[in-house]
């Protein structure tokens, strides 16, 4: 997955097109895109800093675009928001307030926190082929729209958070789900937890 400077370096390339808030969600949180764009103001608790993940927004034959419950009974969870991302979410919901105030009867409101330009669901390819064309311009060919949900993880598991939150986070099945997945983070943690446990034994004088 992407490193820290790398996520920054694509997200600060995205900060003048209408997917910053959308992408950095995304990298604040480990949600599917899906989940991300199936997300609804009434979702959000931004005083309490929590979200609600319940559904997700899947393009399904001729049906086109359609609402669908989360994944797995798993996938449906409330995940716990950050200060700073709580503070973009505000700054994005006072700016689709505008661009409604704006549109007026044009934009077609049905309380999706990332919306398209005039109200309707996001096409999730949009958002993936807009993700893959700023991915180059930050000379990161590699790097999948997926990524962003591996970077979260990884980061969180780099900074010694317990696997089980970061199987609820990311709506896992399991934690070996998770454990599997990640298992690329387990070298440097064990790493971590055997320089952990020699401090503390030469700190008692054992």
């Known amino acids: 997955?992407?490193?820290?400077?790398?996520?920054?370096?694509?997200?600060?390339?995205?900060?003048?097109?209408?997917?910053?808030?959308?992408?950095?969600f995304m990298a604040r949180t480990g949600c599917r895109r899906s989940e991300c764009l199936g997300l609804r103001w009434m979702d959000l608790d931004l005083d309490?800093?929590?979200?609600?993940i319940v559904r997700s927004l899947q393009r399904v034959g001729r049906q086109g675009l359609v609402f669908q419950p989360t994944k797995s009974a798993k996938s449906r969870r409330r995940i716990a928001l950050d200060g700073r991302t709580v503070d973009i979410l505000r700054a994005?919901?006072?700016?689709?307030?505008?661009?409604?105030?704006?549109?007026?009867?044009?934009?077609?409101?049905?309380?999706l926190v990332f919306p398209g330009e005039l109200g309707k669901p996001l096409?999730?390819?949009?958002?993936?082929?807009?993700?893959?064309?700023?991915a180059k311009r930050a000379d990161l060919k590699g790097i999948?729209?997926?990524d962003l949900r591996h970077f979260h993880a990884t980061l969180l598991l780099k900074n010694n958070t317990h696997?089980?939150?970061?199987?609820?986070r990311l709506g896992?099945?399991?934690i070996a789900t998770t454990g599997n997945i990640y298992s690329h983070?387990?070298?440097?943690?064990?790493?971590?937890?055997?320089?952990?446990f020699a401090a503390a034994m030469d700190a008692d004088g054992l």
């Open 1 to 24: 997955p992407p490193d820290v400077e790398q996520v920054n370096a694509i997200l600060e390339l995205a900060s003048d097109t209408p997917y910053w808030s959308t992408l950095s």
């Open 92 to 111: 994005h919901q006072g700016a689709q307030m505008l661009t409604k105030a704006e549109l007026g009867s044009t934009y077609q409101d049905i309380g």
């Open 48 to 52: 309490a800093g929590m979200a609600s």
């Open 144 to 146: 999948r729209l997926h």
């Open 172 to 174: 896992h099945a399991s």
């Open 185 to 196: 983070v387990a070298p440097e943690m064990q790493k971590g937890a055997a320089e952990t």
């Open 163 to 168: 696997l089980k939150v970061v199987q609820e």
């Open 123 to 134: 096409d999730p390819a949009t958002l993936t082929r807009n993700f893959i064309k700023l």
